[in-house]
């Protein structure tokens, strides 16, 4: 009889284990807010995160690095999405980054351009305006159109830090999202410009940097230099609802790395 007593003990003692927001028993809403860059690697999450919790809405704002992070500052927002690491001056408002999955930048050219290499100098100098013909680097003889993000997106932030271009480019335009800048370079022969490799289309083709071409492998290896981080942003001091913590906890899990590499980024979690 004791023996049966310990053994339902024990039995009650796990079931107790299991966290409340365990896979399929939580419900209520998770709201992330920010870069356009992690729209398919969040979305894709999001989507299998819904269909193993079938009473949670989640639901995903593309408005922007830098809004995301404000929206999470304000509490707008659940968890904020970053294409770049937080600045000193976030974190000492009290907000913690966790990073979900590492993410390259291609440089980006129309597939008509015969332009296939450029080193990361060349690269600086294009943005910048010392190189300003395709012929100085092996193309046509056509002046070079420069594409970018606009003024807080985390793809710029991370494209003219890598470069060391910071307030230095010469843009011909400046656009509010990733897709602008794919369409755009897509439907321009003489265009350049730079988006998330995990949004990269047919419609445009990305050059190799240095002899290196941008992929899941030579971004995991580091052998591909134009890189930046795709983080969560949340607030240090406010917890997160049930719902909100079991995709965050989940999305750095091993279990959710199938599904980030499949959306075309490399997931932190090994």
Known sequence: MKKIVCIIIAALAVVC?????????????????GSTSMEKVIGALGEQF??????????????????????????????GLSSRSLKDEEKEKGLTET???LDGIAVIVNPANPVSDIDLETIAKIYTGEITNWKEVGGEDAEIVLIGREAGSGTRDGFESI???????????????TGDVITTVAGN??????????????????ISVGGVAPSEETV????????RPFIMVTKAD????????????WAVSKEAAEIISAAGAVPAAE
Do not use: M
């Open 238 to 249: 406010t917890a997160l609802s049930d719902a909100a913590q079991a995709f965050f906890d």
């Open 220 to 227: 995991k290896d580091g052998s591909y230099v134009v890189q």
């Open 99 to 101: 990073v979900v999955a």
């Open 17 to 33: 284990a299991v966290p409340a927001f365990a896979a399929g028993n939580i419900s209520g809403t998770v709201a992330t807010d």
């Open 163 to 177: 470069t060391n271009t910071s307030e230095k480019c010469a843009y011909r335009q400046e656009l509010t999202s």
């Open 50 to 79: 819904e269909i193993d919790n079938s009473g949670v809405k989640f639901t995903y704002n593309p408005t922007g690095s830098g809004t995301g992070i404000t929206a999470v500052s304000e509490g707008r927002c659940d968890i």
């Open 189 to 206: 022969p003489s265009a350049i410009g730079y988006a998330s490799l995990a949004s990269v289309k047919n419609t445009v083709k990305a």
